[in-house]
C-alpha cells in the first residue's frame, strides 16, 4: 500500500475486509479501526461480533454509524497522526444514513453523503494517517426491485465513484482474490 487513501471494493463476503485489515496491518502503524455497523438485529450483531474477533487486539476501535468525518477528526488528533485507519464499511455507513433520513428526497440524501465525504477526504489531507476504506461495489447486481434498494444503490454507487476518484489506490477483492485497479490500468473519460 503506497497511497495515503486506499478504497477495497468487493461483492458482500468477497473477502474485501480481511484484505483491508492485512493491507493496513502490514503498514506497521497503530490502527485505527471506524466500524459503522449497528447490531439492529441478531444476523448482523453474529457479523460484528466476527469482525472484532478476527482483529487484533492492539488495534483501537471506533464504533460510529452516521459522522464518519467528525468521527475520524476526533481519533485522529488524540492518536498523533501516524496511524493507519481503517474504515469498514462505507456501504453500512450509507445504509445507516437511508435509514436515519428516510423522510429525505433522494438529492437531498446525496448532498448529505457527498458532503460527508468531502469532510472526511478533508480530514485525511490535513493528516499524516494512511486510510483504508471498505465498501461494496455494487456495479455488478440486478437493480433492486424496491425503491429503497434503488436508492441505496444509486447513492453508494456514487459515493464510491467520488473515494475511487480521490483515492491513491483502489482494489477490487473477487473470491477472496484482490486485483489492483488504481492506478494502473485506468481507463480515461471519453469526449
Partial sequence: ?????????????SGKSAYAEGLVAAL????????????????MAARIRQ?????????????????????LERSLSGAGGGNAVLIDSVDTWISNLLFQHEDLRAEELAGLSIN?????????????????????EVGHG?????????????????VNQQ????????????AGIPLQI?????NKPGP
Fill in 142 to 158: 440486478l437493480v433492486s426491485p424496491h425503491e429503497l434498494g434503488r436508492r441505496f444503490q444509486d447513492l453508494l454507487g456514487a
Fill in 1 to 13: 500500500m503506497s497511497g495515503k487513501l486506499t478504497l477495497v471494493l468487493g461483492g458482500i463476503r
Fill in 182 to 186: 488504481k492506478p494502473g490500468g485506468e
Fill in 51 to 71: 469482525h472484532r474477533e478476527r482483529r487484533p487486539k492492539d488495534w483501537v476501535t471506533v464504533e460510529e454509524p452516521l459522522d464518519l468525518g467528525q468521527a
Fill in 116 to 136: 460527508e465525504i468531502e469532510r472526511l477526504l478533508a480530514v485525511l489531507g490535513d493528516s499524516p494517517a494512511r486510510v483504508v476504506m471498505v465498501s461494496s
Fill in 28 to 43: 506497521g502503524r497503530p490502527v485505527i479501526y471506524l466500524a459503522t455497523g449497528m447490531a439492529a438485529d441478531d444476523e
Fill in 163 to 174: 473515494l475511487a476518484a480521490a483515492a491513491d489506490e483502489v482494489y477490487l477483492v473477487v
